[in-house]
């Protein structure tokens, strides 16, 4: 496999439940990103990962809890969501944090959550 | 802070018709831009990008332009086909930082259809 791959694709979850997204890229980066992506809002950057250090958590509430065992993988641990957390979950990763030298960002497929 | 406008869609098509997606950005420092798509039911991909004033960015047939008098980075293509149609983003990276420390700032998408 190449690129970037996320699981599941679709999830459906009750307030209660807990639940994990997966992410998982073969391209050698080094760093790793959590988007939300809802209607009519620009994509929201919530967690980022370099060399498996979270370096920037933009106010995400603690019902979201990152984890990045190592560069390759990055999970999303979801408890106790709200039904206006129900959105499209996208994963991304870039060879190093953006920067003059590295300007891109591959992204997944996303995980389409829904919260009832 | 730094932002990005993109035109509202949806955009509808005929098969080899032109295109222009408008997009303007507001910015401090030194952005680089882009324009990344997404297909149906898939995650976003980098489409073009420019780094500097004047660059053009070029990629299956779409263009865009980094003009910093008119703070703009509009996404052409000439003759458009059934399967252009997905959702656009155009896309800054904030350039407050000289290291590795960017954000990419997004638009809110704009969604194109192209009929037969």
């Known amino acids: 496999e190449t690129g970037v791959t996320q699981t599941p694709r679709h999830l459906v979850m009750g307030m209660t439940n807990k639940k994990s997204l997966k992410c998982e890229q073969h391209l050698g980066h080094n760093a790793m990103y959590w988007y939300k992506q809802s209607a009519k809002k620009p994509l929201e950057l919530m967690f980022v990962y370099s060399l498996e250090e979270r370096v920037e958590n933009n106010s995400v509430p603690s019902r979201f809890s990152p984890e990045c065992p190592n560069s390759s993988h990055l999970f999303l641990h979801l408890h106790t969501l709200q039904p206006e957390d129900s959105a499209l979950y996208l994963c991304?990763?870039?060879?190093?944090?953006?920067?003059?030298?590295?300007?891109?960002?591959?992204f997944g497929q996303g995980t389409r959550l829904t919260v009832v | 802070g730094d932002s990005v406008t993109q035109m509202e869609g949806p955009v509808t098509l005929s098969e080899e018709a032109c295109l222009t997606i408008n997009c303007t950005y507001t910015a401090t420092g030194y952005p680089s831009l882009f324009w990344y798509v997404q297909y149906p039911g898939e995650g976003l991909q980098l489409l073009l990008k420019?780094?500097?004033a004047d660059d053009k960015g070029s990629n299956k047939g779409f263009e865009a332009t980094y003009r910093k008098e008119t703070t703009s980075f509009h996404l052409e293509k000439g003759s458009v086909q059934v399967s252009d149609s997905a959702v656009y983003f155009c896309a800054l990276s904030d350039g407050h930082f000289a290291g590795n420390n960017r954000k990419l700032i997004w638009g809110l998408g704009t969604s194109l259809a192209v009929n037969p």
């Open positions: 991304a990763s870039s060879q190093d944090r953006l920067g003059p030298q590295n300007t891109e960002a591959f």
């Open positions: 420019a780094t500097k």
